[in-house]
C-alpha cells in the first residue's frame, strides 16, 4: 500500500517561497504509468490541482500558477517537491500529494489512489 506524506513549513510569509516535499513509502515515484501530483484546498472553496511530475520526470503545470511553480523529484529519496514563489495570502490552503494513475484527467480527484494527510499552509506576515 502506497502511503504519502507532506512536510514543510506551516507559516510562510508573503512573497517569499513555499516548499513543501512529499515522502513516498510503499511505491516508487518510477513506477511505470503514474503521475505524483500536488493538490490544494484554501478554506472554504474546492480542490485546486497545482501540477503533476511524471514517472518519467516530466512535470505538468497549472496554466494559472505556471509562473510561479517548480515541481522536482529526488529518486534516490523517493520524494518530489513543491516550490511556489511569490505567495500572498491568497495562497492559504490544505497542500495535499496525491498519486494518480495515467489518462486521469487533473480534476477527477475521485480516481487518485493515493493521498496525503495534506499539511495546512498559511501567508501570513
Known amino acids: 500500500q502506497v502511503q504519502l506524506q507532506e512536510s514543510g513549513p506551516g507559516l510562510v510569509k508573503p512573497s517569499q517561497t513555499l516548499s513543501l516535499t512529499c515522502t513516498v513509502a510503499?511505491?516508487?515515484?518510477?513506477?511505470?504509468?503514474?503521475?505524483w501530483s500536488w493538490i490544494r484546498q484554501p478554506p472554504g472553496k474546492g480542490k485546486e490541482w497545482i501540477g503533476d511530475?511524471?514517472?518519467?520526470?516530466?512535470?505538468y503545470y497549472n496554466p494559472s500558477l505556471k509562473s510561479r511553480i517548480s515541481i522536482s523529484r529526488d529518486t534516490s529519496k523517493n520524494q518530489f517537491s513543491l516550490q511556489l514563489s511569490s505567495v500572498t495570502p491568497a495562497d492559504t490552503a490544505v497542500y495535499y500529494c496525491?498519486?494518480?494513475?495515467?489518462?486521469?484527467?487533473?480534476?477527477?480527484?475521485?480516481?487518485?489512489?493515493?493521498w496525503g494527510q495534506g499539511t495546512q499552509v498559511t501567508v501570513s506576515s
Open positions: 496525491a498519486r494518480k494513475p495515467g489518462a486521469t484527467h487533473y480534476s477527477d480527484y475521485e480516481k487518485y489512489d493515493a
Open positions: 510503499g511505491g516508487s515515484i518510477t513506477d511505470n504509468n503514474y503521475y
Open positions: 511530475i511524471a514517472y518519467t520526470g516530466g512535470v
